[in-house]
């Protein structure tokens, strides 16, 4: 048997053992061996195609070694971050979650659950930032989590009240994880993972999206692919046909990547969905996922030569929302071009010609109304700041026909901010609650749908993400 040196998070994932032994004749099939035994383990050394994390160092007996160097039995193999990793932690470092103070958590933790107080769940660069407070006013830092490492997305699926956060360590690579309170602690889930055979490794989990059916949850994963949680996220499968579409080799990555970050599902039918992928256009589905096919009718890929737009398949959709109370209309965020569908995504119009710039990531629909959504505009294509740094959101109240600028409270004068397509929420309330953040790390508000804004956060990391809890 040869031995394992294990440190924090890969020793709390082995019961707290800092050495644990394994058979193998190299260092590889030692930590094969080593995941297969001790599951908890699998996907943090090894990614899905069994090949050593970019980010991790590996030593025999104090010498640096390759992946299939030899071992024999009495070895000593130390698994170590790699100093190319930079900082960022896992379940040890980043799974912890820590108040700024524990009466201001107290305090607005009695206030958010009142009607008139939000909680936001903010990913940035360097970890989860909890913003708590009064809807129409000063909100707190109640918690911060995954210190130092990417939290891509995080939600509250009101179904159960479950946290789920996607993380990207460096190191360890993306996952999915759980918690009952944000500020007491996160475990982390199994997966999402590709299953052996798909010959591909997870890169990023961009969205989750809780289902129609009870426990069932779904992630949106780079390179793009959709796949199903039957328990509330906490074990994860492919859905293979959508993975399995025979186009899927002339699929071109945005600039994001090749990644599905769009899940739209369809109120009282789980056998309904529709998805978007950067940047290969809209796919449904009528039977579960079991079959899909474009609905990419009237979408315009102006980046590409007029020639060649009628047959594109690299359609580079940056957000797409369902609302809920119209289920076939589908509002929808291009590169280049906001669309509005009203026949499920099946063909899509253009509406963004009363906006200064129809370039943007993010789009938010009203979940009472479906004639009224609300966009960010900015400058296309290299630029992709606010238009005259100028913030304005706009909103249309008429399904696209007209748009209005909305801008009170924001920065109106050399403020080149850029929102990202995860970074802009709304909170379902009456009158809507509107939020969103920037890479700049301003997170702002608006608790009257967009009429008034005021700033929530500043000096935070770069935003990803914002989300109404």
Not at 54 to 76: Q, S, W
Not at 151 to 158: G, L, M
Request: with cysteine.
């Amino acid at each position: 048997m040869t031995t394992v040196v294990l440190r924090a998070p890969l020793r709390d994932l082995a019961g707290g053992q800092a050495e644990v032994e394994a058979e193998g004749t190299t260092v590889v099939e030692v930590l094969r061996s080593l995941g297969s035994a001790r599951p908890a383990l699998a996907g943090w050394i090894l990614d899905e195609r069994g090949r050593v994390r970019e980010h991790l160092a590996l030593f025999v007996n104090g010498e640096r070694a390759d992946p299939e160097a030899p071992v024999r039995p009495g070895d000593r193999i130390h698994v170590l971050p790699s100093i190319s990793g930079g900082a960022g932690g896992a379940r040890g470092e980043a799974g912890r979650a820590s108040d700024r103070s524990g009466r201001a958590s107290e305090r607005s933790g009695r206030a958010w659950g009142d009607a008139d107080a939000v909680e936001l769940l903010v990913g940035t660069r360097k970890g989860l930032v909890v913003l708590r407070g009064p809807r129409d006013g000063e909100v707190e830092v109640a918690a911060r989590a995954f210190a130092g490492t990417p939290v891509e997305y995080a939600i509250r699926d009101r179904r159960t009240g479950t946290y789920l956060a996607s993380v990207t360590s460096a190191r360890y690579g993306p996952r999915v994880y759980l918690a009952d309170d944000p500020a007491a602690g996160w475990e982390p889930a199994s997966g999402p993972a590709f299953p052996a055979d798909a010959d591909a490794a997870v890169e990023r989990v961009w969205t989750i999206e809780p289902g129609e059916e009870e426990g069932v949850v779904f992630a949106g994963v780079a390179p793009a692919a959709l796949f199903q949680s039957e328990d509330g996220g906490r074990s994860w499968a492919l859905v293979p046909g959508l993975w399995d579409q025979p186009t899927r080799a002339a699929w071109q990555p945005g600039a994001g990547g090749l990644c599905l970050h769009s899940v739209a599902t369809w109120p009282g039918d789980p056998s309904r969905l529709a998805v978007g992928v950067s940047a290969a256009g809209v796919w449904l589905t009528e039977d579960g996922g079991e079959t899909w096919w474009r609905g990419n009718r009237g979408l315009v890929a102006r980046y590409l030569p007029e020639e060649a737009r009628e047959s594109a398949v690299d359609l580079c959709v940056h957000d797409l929302q369902r609302s809920p109370v119209e289920p076939t209309a589908l509002y929808l965020q291009f590169h280049g071009g906001v669309y509005r569908s009203d026949d499920a995504g099946e063909t899509w119009e253009e509406i963004g010609g009363g906006l200064p710039s129809d370039f943007g990531f993010p789009i938010v629909v009203d979940p009472r109304d479906p004639a009224r959504a609300f966009v960010i505009p900015l400058v296309a294509d290299e630029d992709r700041v606010t238009p005259g740094g100028r913030v304005r959101v706009y909103g249309t109240a008429d399904r696209g026909a007209t748009w209005e600028a909305l801008e009170e409270g924001l920065p109106q004068r050399d403020a080149y901010l850029t929102v990202l397509r995860q970074a802009f929420c709304h909170d379902g309330r009456d009158p809507l609650g509107l939020y969103f953040g920037a890479t700049s790390g301003e997170v702002f508000g608006s608790a009257d749908a967009g009429r008034t804004w005021r700033t929530l956060a500043r000096r935070l990391p770069p935003v990803l993400s914002v989300r109404a809890a």
